[in-house]
């Protein structure tokens, strides 16, 4: 299907990317081949040297993967997808395109722990400098440019902390400087946010979460509009090896079908546990943007088209209490990942930013005491009956 042409959300979900082949395929087939045969030795000439589009070899391209990265072009309003092996590898792939020795990028403090511990250890050794602040307040962004600020690198809403950075704000800051604008629109999906109606220059998934959404792949991908940058991340993924796999992107591809009907199902149940938490006297806290008593509400309702379905909370009795909570949960699982038809509950500081110095934790907001929660699609009143057991259980 031409992109474009039929613009529905739940259209493009189902058919953006799709390309006909000889035998009509309703369904984009799983292009098993890592190498491609060239008519001639002037066509493989040519497409080596860009002046044909084709595909050479799978670590650069292949057709199953064009269709997903197609189509997730589609979804954020860009012209170009890349797909990657994981989030990490489009994590890595990002900083290395744009960062170099004496670079600085500045980032938010509550960024997913690898994409910061991947600056602080990795990028650091290559001397690229970062700065982790608070990027909800736009002036702190502003006052953390450098001369050699090379990206701007943002999460919203924040892994764990629900916190959101304003991106029309953001955008036009980074753009007075001259500085790209890359954010990491995991937490949303495209479904509730897309950063380049807001002026970013490049968004970020991990694929592993709510656009594949069935807990059964890893992947990644960048969407951008820029034809440059386009080539060179390509470029670079290439020469890092961090390329999707067929396979891979045939699962995506899938998952994505359903995109739009898994995240809003998600975040009605979301609704519903949020207020059973908000209510809970056992409940210390809790941080869902859907709540009026998010400190972001008003943001969240002009820059997201719903809440979404991620929250965090604490409960009283700090952490001990929370592990009892953790352990007595029947319904949710007790695991990492997120954002997949299940319901999934986790301890950031001990597990998913346990990379992080406690100290570097704590500056960001991530207590001891806070439990993720990822809610699915299951019943609302079943992830609510078993919140409310293991409560009772506290
Ligand atoms: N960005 C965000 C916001 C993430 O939450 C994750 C993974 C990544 C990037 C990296 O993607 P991956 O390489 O795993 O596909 N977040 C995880 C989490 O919160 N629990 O387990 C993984």
Request: charged share 20%.
């Amino acid at each position: 299907m031409e992109n474009n042409k039929f613009n529905g959300i739940r259209t493009k979900e189902v058919h953006a990317g799709d390309f006909q082949d000889q035998f009509g395929s309703v369904v984009t087939p799983i292009y098993q081949t890592s190498t491609f045969e060239f008519k001639n030795a002037d066509h493989g000439a040519r497409l080596f040297a860009g002046e044909e589009d084709g595909f050479i070899y799978t670590r650069i391209g292949n057709p199953t993967t064009h269709s997903l990265e197609e189509k997730l072009a589609a979804l954020e309003f860009g012209k170009y997808g890349i797909g990657f092996a994981s989030g990490m590898g489009a994590v890595s792939t990002l900083f290395a395109y744009f960062l170099g020795q004496g670079d600085h990028i500045i980032s938010t403090d509550a960024v997913y722990g690898p994409s910061r511990g991947i600056l602080e250890t990795y990028f650091k050794k290559f001397g690229v400098a970062a700065d982790f602040i608070d990027t909800s307040d736009p002036f702190a962004v502003e006052k953390a440019i450098k001369p050699n600020t090379k990206l701007i690198y943002i999460e919203t809403p924040t892994n764990p902390t629900i916190k959101l950075t304003d991106i029309e704000e953001v955008a036009s800051i980074a753009h007075q400087y001259d500085i790209p604008l890359a954010v990491d629109n995991t937490f949303s999906s495209p479904v509730l946010q897309n950063p380049l109606n807001l002026g970013a220059d490049i968004v970020l998934h991990s694929l592993t979460k709510f656009i594949n959404g069935h807990a059964d792949v890893v992947g990644g991908a960048l969407i951008l509009k820029d034809e440059k940058h386009h080539k060179g991340l390509r470029k670079t993924m290439a020469y890092f090896g961090a390329n999707m796999d067929p396979h891979q992107a045939y699962m995506v591809y899938r998952g994505a079908k359903t995109l739009s009907l898994r995240v809003l199902q998600a975040q009605e149940n979301a609704m519903k546990v949020a207020d059973f938490l908000e209510n809970h006297p056992k409940v210390a806290w809790i941080n869902y943007p859907g709540l009026k008593s998010h400190p972001q509400y008003d943001l969240a309702r002009r820059q997201m088209k719903g809440p979404g379905s991620m929250l965090s909370f604490g409960v009283k009795g700090g952490l001990e209490a929370g592990k009892k909570l953790m352990n007595a949960v029947e319904l949710a699982k007790l695991a990492v990942s997120l954002g997949g038809v299940e319901t999934l509950i986790q301890h950031p500081a001990s597990m998913t930013h346990a990379g992080m110095s406690p100290e570097a934790r704590l500056a960001a907001g991530i207590t001891d005491d806070l439990v993720r929660f990822s809610v699915g699609i299951e019943e609302a009143e079943d992830i609510i009956a078993d919140l409310k057991q293991a409560l009772d259980k506290i």
